[in-house]
């Protein structure tokens, strides 16, 4: 199934530091006026410039979608197959190599590997570096900090010095492809919980550093196997007898036959009504729903509707 392209989300974020953030830098530089733990750096529009790497939002994002997973479930393999479960790799890191079906390892994969991936399945989700949007605005300083011994009380390392950024903005885009609604809406709670300061980013979180405030800046929705019939109001899939209203915001398992969505652990029905009316995509081909800005009409609505799925997961793995 996942050889195919279905359904695919992108998220246009921004990231603006609600405090001081710092994403150190895997080396300590020979530049002696530099601090010993420097923002990573890289060369983007014409220079040097600090940025966040999308590998560490994606580490933050799976770590806080893991914490609500085991809130709600549990982080074992469970005896009721509807039980959301997050993996342990410590216990769990052999039941891959049961099948070589493809379809049965990702069905017995837990809900956040079945997004994130793991040894055996490939992740649906993709998050991009976060740049500047005005490196003028990036405001950078200088703090002393020193490492107390938990045993003795007296100072274990240190004083030493770090960098971090006080002030900018950094903009991001999230891609989600082959995804659930539920999977898009265990998404939406992650960053309306980074949103809330509930987790942070990069260094000494537990110090103060690493709060953000998420703006959304757009959301689009694209189903590329499929055409707009603007007449009759209603979404067509290609090579298959789907057909769905043109508000209908559909999962993967909406554009499967009902043994192959079976096979694979996808729920049929799943789709949601929206306010937002399809387009046609680029070059006339494909269709796209779109969400613009972060008010109750943009973005968060979509999440509000995928939660909606996310929501009846829980009341059927409750039941």
Request: proline share 5%; aromatic share 10%.
């Amino acid at each position: 199934m996942h050889k195919r392209f279905v359904n695919h989300c992108t998220i246009n974020l921004t990231l603006i530091p609600d405090g001081p953030i710092l994403i150190k830098s895997g080396k300590e530089g020979a530049d002696p006026t530099k601090p010993d733990m420097e923002f990573v750096e890289t060369y983007y529009a014409g220079g040097r410039s600090i940025y966040l790497p999308g590998s560490g939002l994606k580490g933050a994002i799976r770590a806080h979608a893991e914490r609500i997973i085991r809130t709600v479930g549990t982080d074992t393999y469970p005896n009721n197959p509807k039980t959301l479960w997050a993996n342990d790799p410590l216990n769990d890191k052999y039941m891959y190599l049961q099948s070589l079906e493809a379809a049965d390892i990702y069905k017995k994969s837990s809900f956040t590997d079945q997004l994130f991936g793991n040894i055996a399945i490939a992740s649906r989700l993709r998050v991009e570096d976060a740049y500047p949007v005005d490196y003028t605005q990036i405001k950078l300083e200088e703090r002393n900090g020193v490492a107390i011994d938990r045993v003795f009380g007296s100072v274990a390392v240190g004083p030493f010095n770090y960098q971090v950024c006080t002030a900018g903005e950094f903009r991001t885009k999230i891609h989600l492809k082959n995804f659930t609604l539920a999977q898009l809406g265990l998404i939406g709670l992650v960053l309306r919980d980074l949103n809330d300061g509930w987790f942070g980013l990069g260094f000494a979180k537990s110090r103060g550093l690493g709060t953000v405030t998420v703006k959304y800046n757009s959301a689009t929705v694209q189903y590329p196997g499929c055409v707009l019939n603007a007449e009759a109001r209603k979404i067509c899939q290609l090579g298959n007898s789907g057909e769905w209203d043109w508000t209908l915001l559909l999962g993967a398992g909406e554009f499967l036959p009902d043994a192959e969505a079976e096979k694979y652990g996808f729920l049929k029905p799943d789709n949601q009504p929206t306010p937002i009316r399809a387009e046609e995509m680029n070059l006339g081909f494909g269709v796209q729903l779109n969400w613009q800005g972060d008010g109750e009409a943009g973005v968060p609505d979509l999440f509000t509707r995928a939660v909606r799925a996310w929501s009846q997961i829980l009341r059927g793995a409750a039941a």
